[in-house]
């Protein structure tokens, strides 16, 4: 069982910057995808970014060039830089860990960003 614990939510103006963070229990070695999803108030949840355990990185087109996703294995730990926000990035964040062999999906508890006009 590995529990995440996001970090770094606030609120910032529109065209600000906010560093998330995601810190496991446990060592991410074990970890083959980290990545950070976001939910609007009457949404559905959306992929934001991805990181393998090989540094591959995916993103959501519409935060291409903004947004860096970058992990720390001495930490346990790993984020998302957004630059350049937008009011309509207003969510709850979400960090996710997956150990593909085991078919185990880990969600941490959300931390709220509020991107204001």
């Known amino acids: 069982q590995v529990q995440l614990v996001e970090s770094g939510g606030g609120l910032v103006q529109a065209g600000g910057s906010l560093r998330l963070s995601c810190a496991a229990s446990?060592?991410?070695?074990?970890?083959?995808?980290m990545g950070w999803y976001r939910q609007a108030p009457g949404k559905q949840r959306e992929l934001v970014a991805t990181i393998t355990s090989g540094d591959t990185t995916n993103y959501a087109d519409s935060v291409k060039g903004r947004v860096t996703i970058s992990r720390d294995n001495a930490k346990n730990t790993w984020y998302l830089q957004m630059n350049s926000l937008k009011p309509e990035e207003t969510a709850v964040y979400y960090c996710n860990a997956q150990v593909t062999y085991w078919r185990l999906d880990y969600w941490g508890q959300g931390t709220q960003v509020t991107v204001s006009s």
């Open positions: 446990s060592s991410i070695f074990s970890i083959n995808v």
